[in-house]
């Protein structure tokens, strides 16, 4: 494998039922897994969730978990960090303050015993992938913060491993550089064609860059699958509210007029699509605030119809925010904003809507 | 610390100070006295608490100095002065002191105390300083060191020399310590420059170690970190009251000397300095002196009535210490150059000393057990104890004034020109130690060789 | 950069002040020595013969030898004992950590020559071990034989400074620097020699140059096993048996301060650029790993043994001031609470004099530094690096040449009021111990201000309050860790000095503990009385540190929860 070819497919990552704890605390509560040859997955939760921590395991790094964790159908879990040839960025770089540029990525070859000919080439191609060819010979303290995200990935990258772990590299960026090196990691990922596991807890740098993403929550996968899927049919609550602003409400499904309807316990109802039957059991209703019209009374469109009143008001550039008091509740509605076209204020009378379709029942 | 509570601190200390410096007025003495002395405090505390019970109102205070560095510290302060006393033993110190006009004279009030103790006098001739109790120097040995080694006692000096102590003897250097400096005066006075030299230097090949402070022999020998020591008698006397298992013998050649108590000059306190002469002459005082912890040999005869068993009486024992007719003169004459002697050949070359002196006993040794006498081999082996024994100046030169006065230390003035700098001299005669003891080592080996 | 202007008067006199007292009684008195060094002693003319003179006597060539040969083997043994200390408390789970890095340091607070009695008695040629060696085995180790002696004494005394800045090191090192290499294939033996030794090694030259000055300088170890023909007991001897007007003292002194300065010089050049600040966001200190079985039993026994051998003192201490006759036997005859009882009602006043004069060098200590550290960082005043490398200057000054120094120089002037030459007045005491403990406190001064964000002072300043209320209000009660930390190492270490004062002390009332335990050390009955202060020195100490310990402990935890809010906000 060289560094300029793609690598044909990568391999794929199992894990299976792994569980793990600090002391009394359970980290991971049984995680199962399934990343493809190839793939760019993300693991995306709030701190606490345990998505470091289940990096870190496929790593080597901590307490031994129970489970399986398989790459390349190879279980890897007993054996020693540097024995399984996956590679990791940390967080805060972990560049060695004692080494210059050129010697830190050469540090994982001469593990390995490469011939020094050729560890000087890979290390040079490697710089050259990240455009640091000019700074080998510097501190990492003489590099910028992109410039040492780089080679904490030249150093990964150049001993070719398996996998590649990145564990929020993004995260002690500034904003405009942070956009620009999550693009030069997805396209050092294509051209690599490396089984990559990203960690993050930004939902926007998960749905940019993943080819598919976990979300995980205290030690559990919530939902796995590519970001658009998750965003729009979250499998719980937490999901929903995650990867995104979501209305919920809620309430009960019940059959009248010939179809469903959602009954909120805030004292009003919603058409739903045809297909829902009525349990009687209690369930959230979601609905994104962009999915939502709002007009003068009686003017929004939509399935369904409620009348309101303008509670609170945020413009954000793109949108105008409302939210508008319904019933014993508060719901979200986004409406573009174009120049000129007239703002509702504080205290308005409205109407929402929201048609059928765009509504989804979650458990409650 | 909190700013209140370091203010506190600091004028509490303040008025600590204050009234410390306040004379208290007690039986017209004095409040304060301040005594410079060379004993350690279990001398000294006792005395103070016996002095200060006698005389209520009256502050000791004792400045430890080893003797050499008292006599600097009086020298040096001598423009300020602020010490009442010196109290130690080697009376050269202060015939050194006194010279340098120092001292102030004393007529002391108690009777009963004789002339002489031994072949020495008790008292300054010129008056200057007082004897209080008088000191031999002699060997004292750790009983279980000597029989877990199987080492006889020895009774003279040159049975120290014996090749069976190799290893086993310590003392201190003249320099370090003022009773070591008459120690070494005595053999050289009993025996004579050449021959006293030569016995001090075989007896320094069987050193152990030369100790900095005149206590770290009683110490080493009380530990059992070495088995024999040339010490001043209390020394042995107060461990043995201690406790600990050690001996002590007064070899031929010594010298009873008194250990001295002087009044400095321009002291602060002159009468609480008198009245302590006289407590320490009194009967209660010599009394005090036979205390375990002091153990020194009183110079009142009547006193030693009250003394344990066994404890030597020199106005009775005659054979103690009338050997050797001191002579003080001789010593003050060449004070530092035989402190600079010993330590240049002995303590500063010890190692050197001790391969020799070990060549020259196994050459020896080696030539009793082959029972053969080799006229060559006994000739090298002669000569290198001749190299060993071989001195860089003579005794005449050693008491020559401008010998001596390379030594000095203080430009009396700026413009008193002195030939020659201490370091230099010491330098030449290293060499020359260093290059004797090397070659007698190679003569003794060579010896050892042909038998 | 801060300019001068108005504002700056008030620090501006603080750092005269302070120089103005680093000058008089740290640069005059040395300077003053320097001089004589290069003074003919016959006319008072410059000259260099007393070099020449040194150099060409091989009692001084071969004390300068053995000097140089005792420190770097000090500093070889005594990382022998720190390495493994240090090594298994921070890189493995393992109980009693904190018991073995507490143990570890109390070798500090015992007065080295104490140890040095101490350690004869056990590890002597007739000590404790020999004995039993010899009775059941046959043979002697000699522990203490010549040069050894002193190395074992000063390494077991002194190592503690490598182990406390070798194991802060290793606790810095962010953990993420470990796993980078060992996810990039690096095992163990590798692990360590490529990545953790490397960055750990400034706080191991630290350490080790730390050791090495004092060693080098150390005076009454040296004099206690009888060990003559290194420098500072040379200094010593020229100036106490043969005066103070003898110049090879003063050449001797001016090599000790030449070379300390130069073994500063070397740690400082080993170290330029290399002050890794490792710890990062998100890092955790070293990876600890759990023990198997058998490691843990082998670790556990060797530092065990470490622990006997660098608490020997101690124990041999304790058995000396509790036993009747200790002679030619593995242990004392009988044992006694006699020589304690003696102790307390007669020497008191060492005490007293101990507690008041580490005390108030400490706090001088923690004022002065205080006071340099903010005025070398947070102001622009001219010169104000000179301050920093002067204060920190003393660390490179041998006690025997500041005594030296303070007698010529104090010895003509008289204090006002008590008529006394300030030479011999007990504040000189005090004095001197406070310039030799300032780098100490200093630098843990610094340390403590370079954590306080230069926000929270213009925070303060923006709201109104000047200068010097702002350090009082804000800088200081932020810097209270530090300087608690510098106060405690300024009194633990002082406490127990004994170079500089055994040549000021010019009373026994103003004598403090070292002094007193040295002056029992002189007679036969005094052992016992000598080891029982010893003991009780080494106890007061300990318990001083340990109080002060607490408070910084409690005022941390205090603080921690506003620090953790600040760091959020970040």
């Known amino acids: ?364 | 610390m909190k700013r209140k509570d370091f203010l506190r601190a600091v004028s509490g200390a303040l008025a600590a100070l204050a009234v410390s410096a306040l004379p208290a007025f007690a039986a017209d003495l004095e409040g304060k006295l301040v005594i410079v002395t060379s004993y350690p405090p279990d001398t000294t505390v006792t005395i103070k608490k016996a002095f200060e019970a006698a005389h209520p109102g009256v502050e000791v205070e004792m400045l430890k100095k080893k003797t050499t560095a008292g006599i600097k510290f009086l020298q040096e302060t001598a423009k300020n002065n602020t010490s009442d006393m010196f109290w130690a033993s080697a009376p050269d110190a202060f015939e050194v002191l006194k010279a340098d006009g120092l001292l102030a004279k004393y007529q002391v009030k108690v009777q009963g105390i004789p002339e002489k103790v031994g072949a020495f006098p008790i008292n300054d001739p010129d008056g200057y300083y007082k004897g209080f109790a008088a000191s031999g120097y002699g060997i004292m040995w750790n009983t279980r060191y000597l029989k877990a080694k199987k080492l006889p006692v020895p009774k003279t000096w040159a049975e120290l020399a014996d090749p069976v102590y190799f290893g086993h003897v310590g003392m201190s250097a003249p320099s370090r310590s003022g009773t070591t400096h008459l120690t070494v005066e005595t053999i050289l006075q009993g025996m004579g420059w050449e021959k006293g030299w030569g016995l001090m230097k075989s007896i320094s090949g069987n050193f152990k170690t030369v100790t900095e402070r005149s206590f770290g022999v009683p110490d080493g020998v009380n530990s059992g970190q070495f088995g024999l020591g040339i010490v001043i008698d209390f020394f042995g006397l107060s461990s043995q009251a201690s406790g600990f298992p050690v001996d002590f013998l007064y070899p031929p050649i010594t010298t009873l000397v008194p250990a001295n108590i002087a009044i400095v000059k321009n002291a602060p306190h002159p009468k609480a300095a008198a009245a302590f002469i006289e407590f320490l002459l009194s009967a209660k005082g010599q009394e005090v002196l036979l205390d375990p912890k002091i153990r020194r040999l009183p110079v009142n005869p009547e006193t030693y009535a009250k003394a344990p068993a066994g404890f030597p009486n020199p106005f009775k024992d005659k054979s103690i210490g009338a050997a050797v007719k001191f002579d003080l003169d001789k010593s003050k004459g060449r004070y530092n150059v035989v402190n600079s002697l010993f330590d240049v050949l002995v303590t500063y070359r010890l190692s050197d000393l001790q391969d020799a002196v070990k060549a020259i006993h196994d050459a020896k040794a080696k030539a009793k057990a082959k029972g053969k006498s080799n006229a060559e081999a006994a000739k090298l082996i002669a000569e290198a104890e001749a190299l060993v024994a071989k001195m860089p100046i003579t005794e005449e030169e050693a008491g020559k004034k401008d010998v001596n006065a390379i030594f000095k230390k203080k430009r009396k003035k700026a413009d008193t020109k002195i030939t020659g700098r201490q370091a230099e001299v010491e330098q030449q005669w290293d060499k020359e130690a260093k290059a004797n003891y090397t070659k007698a080592k190679e003569l003794a080996k060579k010896a050892a060789g042909m038998l | 950069m801060i300019t001068v202007s108005r504002s700056h008067w008030g620090p501006g006199a603080v750092a005269l002040f302070l120089a103005l007292f680093l000058t008089v009684f740290l640069v005059i008195p040395v300077a003053k020595v320097i001089y004589v060094a290069f003074q003919d002693p016959n006319t008072g003319a410059l000259t260099l013969i007393n070099f020449i003179d040194f150099f060409n006597t091989s009692l001084f060539r071969e004390s300068f030898v053995n000097s140089f040969y005792v420190a770097a083997l000090s500093v070889v043994v005594a990382s022998a004992f720190a390495l493994p200390l240090a090594y298994f408390t921070t890189r493995f789970n393992f109980s009693g950590a904190i018991l073995i890095q507490t143990l570890g340091v109390i070798p500090l607070i015992m007065p080295p020559f104490v140890g040095a009695v101490a350690m004869v008695l056990l590890f002597g040629q007739n000590g404790t071990i020999n004995l039993l060696l010899d009775e059941y085995l046959g043979f002697t180790i000699p522990f203490m034989e010549g040069l050894n002696g002193v190395i074992f004494v000063e390494s077991v005394h002194y190592f503690p400074f490598i182990l406390i800045n070798l194991s802060a090191a290793l606790n810095n090192i962010d953990r993420s620097m470990e796993e980078a290499a060992q996810n990039l294939g690096a095992s163990r033996g590798r692990l360590f020699r490529r990545i953790v030794f490397p960055l750990a090694m400034p706080g191991y030259v630290a350490g080790a140059s730390l050791v090495f000055l004092k060693v080098f300088d150390d005076l009454g170890t040296p004099l206690l096993l009888n060990i003559n023909n290194m420098l500072a007991p040379q200094a010593y001897l020229r100036i106490t048996s043969i005066g103070i007007g003898d110049p090879m003292g003063y050449v001797i002194s001016v090599i000790l301060v030449t070379f300390s300065l130069l073994a500063l010089w070397t740690s400082f050049l080993a170290l330029r650029g290399k002050e890794y600040a490792t710890v990062q966001k998100g890092g955790g200190g070293l990876m600890k790993r759990d023990l198997a079985g058998w490691e843990k039993a082998g670790c556990y026994a060797v530092v065990i043994l470490i622990l006997l051998l660098v608490l020997s003192p101690h124990i041999a201490l304790t058995l000396l001031s509790f036993g009747t006759v200790w002679s030619f036997s593995p242990l004392p005859d009988a044992y006694t609470v006699q020589h304690y009882v003696d102790v307390v009602s007669t020497s008191s006043i060492y005490i007293t004099n101990t507690l008041l004069y580490a005390g108030l060098a400490a706090g001088i200590d923690v004022v002065f530094g205080t006071a340099i550290a903010y005025v070398v960082w947070r102001t622009g005043l001219p010169g104000r690096k000179m301050l920093d490398y002067l204060a920190m200057g003393a660390v490179a000054i041998p006690g025997v040449v500041l005594g030296i120094g303070y007698l010529r120089t104090f010895y003509q002037f008289d204090v006002p009021f008590i008529d006394k030459p300030l030479a011999s007045w007990w504040v000189i005491i005090v004095i001197a111990l406070a310039i030799r403990r300032l780098p100490y406190a200093l630098r843990a001064c610094v340390a403590a201000l370079q954590q306080v964000s230069v926000m929270l002072e213009e925070a303060a300043e923006n709201l109104g309050a000047t200068k010097s209320r702002t350090v009082r209000r804000v800088v200081v009660p932020l810097m209270t860790g530090g300087i608690v930390a510098g106060f405690v190492t300024s009194f633990a270490t002082a406490s127990v000095e004994l170079s500089a004062t055994i040549m000021l002390v010019s009373q026994e009332s103003d004598a403090p503990l070292a002094y007193g335990i040295y002056e029992f050390m002189q007679s036969a009955a005094g052992r016992g009385p000598g080891a029982a202060l010893g003991i009780i020195a080494v106890l007061i100490i300990g318990i001083a540190t340990y109080l002060s310990h607490r408070i910084v402990n409690n005022k941390e935890t205090e603080r921690a929860p506003r620090q953790q809010s600040a760091a959020q906000g970040v």
Not at chain 1, 183 to 199: C, G
Not at chain 1, 215 to 232: K, S
């Open chain 1, 1 to 364: 494998m060289s560094l300029n070819q793609p690598s044909g497919g990568g391999v794929a990552v199992t894990v299976e039922n792994l569980s793990l704890s600090f002391g009394k605390t359970e980290v991971l509560k049984g995680v199962n897994l399934e990343i493809r040859p190839g793939e760019l997955f993300t693991f995306l939760g709030p701190s606490g969730s345990g998505k470091s921590t289940l990096l870190r395991s496929i790593a080597g790094f901590g307490p031994q978990p129970g489970g399986r964790i398989l790459i390349d159908g190879e279980d890897i879990a007993g054996l020693a960090p540097w024995d399984r040839n996956v590679g990791m960025v940390f967080q805060s770089y972990a560049l060695w303050p004692h080494m210059t540029v050129r010697k830190n990525v050469a540090f994982g070859l001469e593990e390995r015993k490469v011939p020094a000919r050729e560890i000087r080439e890979r290390v040079e191609a490697a710089l050259d992938l990240v455009g640091l060819v000019a700074y080998g010979d510097r501190r990492p303290s003489q590099l910028s913060g992109g410039q040492q995200q780089r080679v904490a990935l030249a150093r990964t990258i150049v001993v070719e491993p398996r996998v590649l772990l990145l564990d929020e590299p993004l995260s002690n960026l500034d904003a405009n550089l942070r956009v620009q090196m999550r693009r030069e990691i997805h396209d050092l990922q294509r051209k690599l064609n490396l089984t990559t596991i990203f960690v993050t807890h930004d939902q926007e740098e998960a749905n940019t860059i993943s080819d598919r993403m976990a979300v995980l929550d205290q030690g559990v996968i919530q939902q796995t699958g590519a970001p658009l899927e998750l965003y729009d049919n979250p499998a719980n609550r937490f999901v929903a509210s995650f990867l995104g602003t979501a209305n919920m409400l809620e309430g009960r499904v019940e059959r009248a007029d010939g179809r469903p309807w959602f009954v909120a316990d805030a004292g009003f109802r919603l058409p739903m699509a045809d297909g829902f039957s009525p349990g009687g059991e209690r369930v959230t209703a979601m609905a994104r605030p962009q999915n939502l019209t709002i007009g003068a009374p009686g003017d929004a469109t939509g399935d369904g119809r409620l009348e309101g009143q303008v509670e609170v008001l945020e413009f954000l550039g793109t949108i105008v925010r409302y939210a508008v008091k319904v019933g014993g509740t508060s719901l979200l509605v986004d409406e573009t904003h174009r120049a000129g076209r007239p703002v509702f204020q504080l205290g308005d009378r409205v109407s929402l809507g929201v048609d059928a379709e765009d509504i989804r029942l979650l458990p409650a």
